[in-house]
């Protein structure tokens, strides 16, 4: 699966490998953190130092910065990148080591969701686009999704249980992956 890598003004020059997949052709989003905290996981331990990585079109993936990922008290984590810019995210486990990653944008408000599958050991975690374009259009919407941007967008402000539609979302190839360093 390729797509275009555009940048996003609200994410800064970095496709940081929890967020690129939200830069995508599609993806899911919410006017606020649909996810409670209070059911966050420890997906990354106590965090750390992460080398990024972009998957290109032919399958290889190249380095694209250093990022740090800080344990937050409350659960969730604090996503720091090169420039020392926060995210605030959280983890919400959907499988065997298949995490839901809600990452809040800079509005403070508003929520962003990619796919995140960690290895065993925690050492490497790689990311998976929720690409709205890609899902079962009539089943999405039965659940509440409100599709915007020319199919491009999906909304879960109005589903129910957010987790388990997010849960049950096909995930196709990897965007990109972390590395502990």
Request: net charge positive.
């Amino acid at each position: 699966m390729t797509y275009p890598r555009p940048r996003s003004p609200r994410w800064g020059r970095a496709a940081w490998a929890l967020t690129f997949a939200l830069l995508l052709a599609g993806c899911f989003t919410s006017s606020q953190p649909k996810l409670p905290l209070a059911q966050a996981v420890p997906a990354l331990g106590d965090g750390g130092r992460y080398g990024a990585y972009e998957r290109s079109s032919d399958g290889a993936y190249k380095r694209d910065e250093t990022i740090t990922m800080r344990k937050r008290a409350d659960g969730g984590y604090d996503y720091i990148d090169s420039k020392n810019k926060v995210t605030p995210l959280s983890f919400y486990r959907i499988g065997p080591n298949l995490y839901v990653a809600q990452a809040i944008r800079e509005d403070g408000h508003s929520a962003d969701y990619v796919a995140v599958r960690v290895n065993d050991d925690g050492k490497e975690a790689l990311t998976y686009p929720l690409d709205c374009t890609k899902q079962d259009t009539a089943k999405v919407k039965s659940l509440g999704v409100e599709i915007t941007d020319q199919g491009r967008v999906c909304n879960i402000d109005k589903v129910a249980d957010p987790l388990a539609l997010l849960a049950g979302l096909k995930l196709g190839e990897p965007s990109g992956k972390m590395v502990r360093e």
